[in-house]
Structure formats: C-alpha cells, structure tokens
C-alpha cells in the first residue's frame, strides 16, 4: 500500500535554505489552511459538498476524509472509506469515494432538510448509489446505499462508514440492541485503546440499534442491512496512524457477487444542540510574580539525549569551554571534510558565541580528528569520541566515521548565558547496526528548498546514508509534453539536492515507477496508447515496443544526472487498479508473465550499463508470507517469480503494519532467495521499530524510510504530513540501534524533528524572568479521587504524573501545582460535561514586564482541525492590548495528542496510571522586543467541544539578558524533569 497512491488497508486485515528564518518555514504551515501559496496560483479545489441541518454539518469529499460529521463544531465522524477490493486484498476495483464520485453528486432540496446523491463506480467492476438526506433541524441522518458487482466472480466490499471520534464517546455507556454481542446491556466505551483482535475491541456487532450516551447528549444508530455492521476499538489497531483516535463503525467485509449486491441503511439520530451553547460564567484572580534569574537556560539538565542513540556512553560532569573558535585547532590526517563541518556547525548554528570570544580559565584548545582502525572495533562507520576539559578526541575507522562522530559533538554542545561554547565531557563508542538506512522522499515543482533542509538538518544530521529520490515527475528533456506544472522538477534544482548529499555523504538513487504506478506518464492527455488499460491509466503495456521506446530514453537521462549504482524501477501493485491484462497481445500472458517479462527487460537495460536493479517486493509476495502487501496472486506464483528473479535486484520489502518483528518473515524469505533485502517501513512507530530489529535479525541490509505524502514534496504537502516526516528521527534511530530499537509506544521524536528543521517556536536560549502564582486562579485538580473526577476518566486517565514544583520543562522554568489541589486553569468547553466551568479567567499580573509569556497548556479532548477553541488577551501598563488566537493543532491540542506541531512544542511527556502517553505543550508568546510591563491576562473560551487547560505561565525578559550579557545559571546537571533542549 502506498498512501495517497492506489491502496488502502483498513481494520481487520551556502543555499537559499540555509538562510531561511523560522518564520519563513513557519509560513509553510498556514498555508495548509489557505491552501494557497502566496505569489502562486491556487491548485484547483478538491470537490466537496456540505449539507446543514440546525447545528450539525456533514461534509463530503474524496477520500483521505469522506464523509465526515460535525455536531455543533464538535467532530462525530472524522471520516468514512469504501474499498471493494478482491480477496486478499489486491487489486482494488474502488476505493474512494473518489474525485470523480464527489464532483459528479447531486445536493438538491427535500421537503424536510437536504438530500446529496452519490454514484461510486469503479471501472466497469463496481456501482454503488448512495443517498444521504440531513432532516432541516439536524437531529436526524438517512443514510442509503446499495452496491454492485459487475464482473463475474465475488469481490470483498470493506466500508467505514464512520470514524466516530474518541472525545465524543470514550468513557461513556453505550447500549446495542439486536446485537450479537452486548445485546442488550448497558456497558461503557473503554477509555483506553483495546488491542487489535482481543474480545474486548469490539464492542458491539450485528445490532439493529446502538445508542451511545456522549458527553453532548444520546446519540442513536439505527441499521436496517442484512450485512452484520460493528462498532470496534480502532484506537490500537495496527493499520491506524498514531495522531488517529477514532471507534470504526460500518462493514468489516462482506463478500459481493454479480447476483447479490449489499444494501445499508443506517440512520444516524442526534441530540438537540443549541449553536453555540449556554453563556460561561467569567472569573478573575490574582497572580504573583517570582523572579528568577534563570527563567531560561542551556544548562543540561541530564546527559544530553543524543540521536540516534549511542551505542557505549559515559558522561562526566564537566564541559569543556570554548571561549574562542576562532584559535581553536580542529586537526587530523585525512579529516578535512569531518573538521569543515564541525567548524562550520558550530560557526552556523552558534554565531553569537563565535561573535564575542570570552576569557575562561581553562579553555578547550584541541581537537583531533584521527583515523585508526581499531576504533569501535573496527566496525565499518563506527567512531570514539573522548572529550575532556581541554581536549578532544575522535577516532574512527572512515571518513563517515569521523563525520558521525562530529555529528554528534554538535549534539554534545550548547550555547551557554555568558556567550560560551559549552561541549558536555564523556566518552562516547559507537557503531551503527545496519548499513543502509535511508529515507524515500519524491522531487518537487516547487523548489528543492525543504529537500536540501531535510538533507542537511534531518538525514545528514541523524547518520542516515542513503536517500531513495523518486523522480519520474523530473522535467525530462526526451518527453517535455509529459512535465506536470506542480509535479516536474527541473533538472537544476535535482543537482541542488544531489550536490547537498554529497556533502553530506548521502547516496541518492532515483526512483523511477514503471510497470504500474504509470499515471506520471498519462496525466498531461499524452500516450494513451501505452496504457495497458486506456480507462484506468495505471500500469503500461508491456508487449508494446513503443513502451520501451519512451522509458528508456527518461532511464538514460536519469543516469547521466544522477549517476547512481542502483536505479529503482518501482514494480509494486501492478495489477491494483484497471483491467490487467487488456490489451489482445497482453492477454496471452499472465499477470506474472507480464511482471516477469517486463523486469527482466529493464534488468537487463540497466545491466548493460553497470546499474543495478531496486525494486518493490510486494509482487513477489502471497498471501501468508507477510503481514501485508503481499500481492503475488498464490504462493507458487510467488515463489516462481522470486526463482525467476536475477540475484542482483535489491528488494526494497515495503510493509506497513504495525505487527511484531517476528511476524516480518519475509525478509529472510527475500534472502534465502538469494537478494540483498532493505525493510521499508511508514510512520507508523511500532511498524518502524519492529521491521528495524526483523531487518536485523535477518541479516537484511538496512532500512528505507518511505514517505507518502503526494507526489510532490512542497509546502502543502510537508504541513498536511508533517507527522510523516518527523518520523524520519524514530526512523534514524531505530536503523541505527535495531539490535535494540526503542520501545514502540515510548519514542516520540517529533520535539527534535522540529529542532532540526528550525520549526520550533520555543527556541533554545538564556534569559531571566518570573514565574506566576496561580493558586488564585486555578478551578480544577489534575489528580481525580474518583471515576467521576477529571472529566469523568477517573484516577486512570488523569494528569497526576505531571511533577510538582519548580520544574525545568523544555529548558524554561514553571511552576506547577501540587496535583491533589486546585492546579489548572480550566475554561468552559461542551465535552467537560456538568462541570461548570468558567468561560473566561482574567488574571492580574501586578506588571509584571517580559518580551515573552511561555504558558503551559492543552486541551482536555482533541478538536477539530484549525478550530478556534479560545484566545488570550493581555493588558499592558500604558492601556494597549495584545491578543493571540487559540486554534486547534495550530497551537494548542490535547494532551493525548501527541502530533508534531511547531507552535505547540512538547515539554513534558509521561503516562497515565492506565499506561496512556500524555504530554504538555509551550505556548510561546511574543509580547515586544522590549520588556513591557502587563497588567492582565485574560483566557478565553471560544465555546467549542475542548476546554482549555493552563497549568503554568513564565515570563521571559530576553532583552534584559541582552543587556546584562550574563544570566544567573541553575545548578548544574540537575536530574532532568523535561526532555532537553537541541541546541
């Protein structure tokens, strides 16, 4: 499965950049929300149809989302996906709805609300007609459909009609009538995720009606299907994402013929809401201000936390200090490029240090650089590090050792208040586990500015060595009628990125689909003539010469550009989508002869040339023999075609599953076949970290991060994913360490991907300021005593692992509550239930001066994307104001929600007693570049489902640490409380 692609699988189965400011890549993600990017045309608009009852809003458009539902802004449904598919699961005859579903249906009038028709038509294989009608006053839902197979033969028809959002329902009692199971009975929604497959996950199936009470009022299911619908756990499964929360209700699988069609009605029947909900009270309170020299620091606060992580590590409590880079002697035979770039990290990411050398009792004065080949070992990339007060020394068996082991010094150093290099002592052995570990990533019409930040801050920093570039959107000079306007790539931004991993010591190899996949060449209305099947556009035909005559030209044009010992030629799911074999001289071969006769083709082009072949697995895989993507059509098809296959094609073995490391059989399947093997993983964590110890364990040769996130890698594309590509640090150090990958449900590596890529609205930094007394204030305790306290999770589901005190929190200092006493600011939101909370805080802050407010916060459910869930107001001395928006995933989420988000950076991460993972985020507020003095800082509800929730607030005076040029420091290597900062 490839996302965004063909498949889907469900439940149950010196450059410009180098220059780029913050807020310039910041810019990047609003434009997800304007979903225009300035001085640029607007994309065209993906169809979208909305009906409107009272306060509930259905929205319908092709999938990734579908249908989804809103009641009173509050998500009911985050999506819905129809896959008809042939058993196993390969090829798909629909999966949708589609573009083409959506901009063909019909919204017209009823006497009683408003009525969307919908026609989903998959080839000439499947229709389905689906009507939806929304009652005038939004308390009821119809929902219809009917669906047909036209080919002879059955095929499996798999529906989520709803991913009903967890906020709305966990925790709360549900009752399923008709229902094979919990027929009857009053039971409640789990509030932590069940796993996949046990008894517990689903929750009811077969019924006629399901009424579950939410935290907004009953909302009731009627079914009236032969087909027995469920309503399942999703929340653990192992084909759903990370940042998704969501119960499945719908099909899990009925299996369809020419003469026996489905058919579903589902009425959905909401509480009466009122739009916008009853008034919130207001309160106000009195805060005192602490100041503190250190209201900021650098300081280590622990070991530092290094990524990947070493191997052998012992930390000494000393730094050594660089007063001065410029004297400093940075020496070794044969170490240029390792001593350049540890010159010029520390030049470009510490400038002001650099600027204002410092006189220091004991400097450091040397460091050596030497190749030596018993270092770590003697293992291929491994490396030494010793550094003490006044020296350091890096030993390392290559060149990419001794870069390593500067990549790491970088991570080792900080920027201390008095202007300092700080470069924490230690020794430091290391070594990675796999050779290959890499990141796929796709070309862009847009500018290789983000590629070459990746390269740089992300792949080049973390010890990745390999980048899989998939460039058949590449604007290639043999077939210029073929360039995509956002797609095409020029040539001279390739070398761009090509010249940056170089640098970094990257191997590229291009990517280029053939066999299926083959939109690229079809989308700009040339070469239909090609197509196996001219409807479907998907894979080429092969026993056309015409086809060879195209794509060998594009193969020697990406040799001459890239110059690469591999060239992977794609070949996954070829026979996923259109009619294989079509073609009268195609259909005298099997699906496997034509994968076959194809391969061998380009194989043995390639050879000609000294380029070896790269390629997707998934076609020589059947059913049994992986967790997924196993789309051979039987096991001795497989095994045929994996006898037939030269021993030099390298397998890329792409699976996406969230299964354990001995389920992943199939590399060592891959290997006995005689193939160098690379594990392909996605983001999911438990895939990433188990496939990383399979590929291990098998001796496979690395890993290859892949990345799915549309064809182009461009502004649009890396906010709308940006949890896709901040899996790239799990994934560097899961290669690296895959003898002992990090536990699944424990990393979280998005705060340093943020880091890296300087998207991080909480920057490193020393500075004094204050701390709010907000005892006044707060209205709720973060402990529950009872399974009715904190918004009825009970002492499971609460906050209460959140320390007390003064604490050092992403390198700012708060001070928290005691959790058993009032200890957080809560505003009125619909989904806290009977609490009476108030809808707006007003707090005075005496005058207390800062350029900067960090407040610490969440919301207690998560909310809609880009909603509005409330806002702060400050009140300055001479009587003007300031205010800030507080949107949804923006800013501010829920502190179950551990999605990347740059302008709510975690600072605190820990679990619940039920073992969920929960976490803290910094707002951090710019007031003035000068310190202003504030009189009031009022919090305000929007009304919307979430509460916020505000545990902490601390100015910062970053102007007067200017002035002073020195600020107090805490004491030394402290036991972290926080995860440290990168500096």
């Known amino acids: 499965m490839k996302s965004g692609r063909s498949g889907a699988r469900v439940i149950g189965n010196g450059d410009s950049t180098d220059r780029c400011s913050r807020s310039q890549i910041a810019a990047v993600l609003a434009v997800v929300i304007a979903m225009v990017q300035p001085g640029r045309a607007a994309e065209p608009a993906s169809p979208r149809h909305e009906l409107s009852g009272g306060a509930v809003r259905v929205t319908v458009e092709p999938r990734r989302f579908g249908m989804r539902i809103e009641l009173d802004g509050i998500p009911f449904s985050r999506g819905s996906e129809l896959v008809v598919t042939t058993p196993p699961w390969t090829p798909h005859f629909y999966v949708g709805p589609t573009s083409e579903a959506v901009a063909g249906a019909r919204l017209e009038p009823t006497t009683g609300g408003t009525r969307l028709r919908i026609e989903h038509r998959g080839e000439d294989a499947f229709v389905g007609n689906e009507t939806l009608t929304l009652s005038s006053d939004g308390r009821t839902l119809e929902q219809d459909f009917e669906g047909r197979f036209l080919r002879d033969g059955e095929a499996l028809i798999q529906w989520r009609m709803a991913a009903i959002d967890a906020a709305l329902v966990s925790g709360r009692t549900y009752t399923a009538s008709g229902s094979t199971k919990a027929g009857g009975k009053r039971e409640r929604v789990p509030v932590s995720p069940q ?256 590629h070459l930040r990746l390269v740089r801050n992300v792949l080049g920093a973390l010890k990745m060595n390999q980048l899989v570039l998939e460039c058949e959107y590449i604007r290639w000079d043999s077939h210029p009628e073929i360039h995509h306007p956002r797609y095409g790539m020029p040539k001279g931004d390739v070398r761009r990125i090509l010249k940056a991993c170089r640098q970094e010591r990257i191997e590229v190899t291009p990517l280029i689909n053939t066999l299926g996949h083959c939109q690229w060449i079809f989308e700009t209305g040339h070469h239909e003539e090609l197509a196996e099947d001219p409807q479907a556009k998907f894979a080429y035909c092969v026993t056309n010469p015409a086809t060879y005559e195209f794509i060998f030209p594009i193969f020697e044009e990406a040799l001459e550009l890239f110059r690469p010992r591999f060239l992977h030629i794609g070949h996954d799911e070829f026979a996923d989508r259109g009619r294989v074999p079509y073609r009268p001289e195609s259909r005298k071969f099997t699906i496997e002869e034509l994968l076959m006769r194809d391969t061998l083709k380009l194989h043995g082009w390639l050879k000609e040339r000294g380029v070896r072949v790269m390629m997707w697995g998934d076609m020589l895989l059947a059913k049994g023999e992986a967790p997924d993507a196993c789309n051979a059509r039987s096991v001795e098809s497989a095994r045929r075609l994996r006898e037939q296959l030269p021993d030099d094609v390298l397998i890329t073995d792409w699976h996406y599953a969230g299964a354990p490391a001995r389920e992943f059989t199939s590399l060592r399947t891959f290997a006995e076949a005689g193939h160098e093997v690379v594990a392909a993983t996605w983001n999911r964590p438990m895939n990433i970290v188990e496939f990383a110890r399979a590929a291990f364990d098998a001796g496979a040769l690395g890993l290859l991060q892949t990345t799915w996130a549309g064809y182009s890698l461009d502004d649009e594309s890396f906010a709308n994913e940006l949890h896709q590509y901040a899996a790239y640090v799990l994934a560097a150090d899961a290669a690296w360490n895959a003898d002992r990958p990090p536990p699944a449900d424990v990393a979280d590596p998005s705060w340093r991907f943020l880091d890296l890529m300087g998207l991080s609205s909480l920057k490193a930094g020393n500075a004094p300021g204050w701390m709010a007394e907000l005892g006044d204030a707060f209205n709720l305790t973060r402990a529950a005593s009872d399974a009715r306290g904190w918004f009825g999770f009970g002492p499971a589901g609460d906050l209460s692992a959140l320390p007390a005190g003064d604490l050092w929190l992403g390198g700012v200092r708060f001070r928290v509550a005691e959790g058993r006493q009032s200890s957080v600011i809560a505003l009125h939101g619909k989904l806290a239930g009977d609490l009476r909370l108030p809808g707006e805080v007003a707090v005075d802050l005496n005058g207390a001066s800062c350029t900067k407010l960090v407040i610490l916060q969440a919301t207690n459910f998560r909310g809609a994307a880009a909603a509005k869930v409330g806002d702060y107001e400050l009140e300055l001395e001479d009587g003007s104001k300031r205010s800030i928006e507080l949107r949804y995933g923006r800013n501010i989420v829920a502190y179950d929600d551990l999605t990347a988000v740059p302008d709510a950076p975690v600072v605190w991460q820990g679990r619940t007693t039920s073992g969920a993972r929960v976490a803290l985020r910094a707002l951090v507020w710019t007031v003035d570049e000068h310190s202003r003095s504030i009189q009031r800082l009022t919090m305000r509800s929007s009304g919307a489902g979430p509460s916020v929730l505000v545990f902490a607030i601390t100015g910062l005076s970053e102007d007067e640490a200017s002035e002073a040029g020195e600020v107090a420091e805490p004491p030394a290597l402290k036991r972290p409380l926080n995860r440290p900062r990168l500096n």
């Open 195 to 450: 796993q996949e497959g046990s008894d517990k996950a689903t929750l009811a199936k077969g019924f006629s009606s399901l009424r579950i009470e939410s935290r907004i009022g009953p909302i009731q299911i009627e079914v009236e299907s032969p087909q027995p619908l469920v309503f399942n756990d999703a929340r653990a499964s192992k084909w759903v994402n990370p940042d998704e929360a969501y119960f499945w209700f719908g099909d899990l699988g009925t299996r369809i013929r020419r003469d026996r069609p489905v058919r579903y009605r589902v009425t959905y029947r909401f509480p009466s809401l009122e739009m916008g909900g009853a008034e919130a009270r207001r309160a106000t309170a009195r805060a005192g201000v602490v100041r503190v020299g250190a209201a900021q620091t650098t300081e280590w606060l622990g070991p530092p936390r290094l990524v990947p992580r070493p191997k052998e590590v012992t930390w000494r409590e000393e730094e050594a200090v660089i007063s001065d880079l410029s004297t400093l002697k940075i020496e070794g035979p044969d170490a240029d490029a390792a001593a350049d770039a540890l010159r010029a990290g520390w030049r470009e990411r510490m400038p002001a240090a650099v600027e204002a050398p410092r006189d220091v009792p004991v400097p450091l004065s040397r460091v050596r650089l030497l190749r030596d080949a018993e270092a770590a070992g003697g293992r291929a990339e491994g490396y030494a590090l010793d550094v003490s007060p006044t020296a350091i020394v890096a030993r390392a068996v290559d060149e990419a050792g001794l870069l390593h082991a500067v990549r790491t010094l970088r991570q080792m150093t900080r920027v201390a208040s008095d202007g300092t290099l700080r470069v924490r002592c230690g020794q430091v052995v290391d070594w990675p586990s796999l050779r290959f570990r890499g990141v796929h990533l796709f070309t862009g019409g847009r500018g290789p500015e983000l």
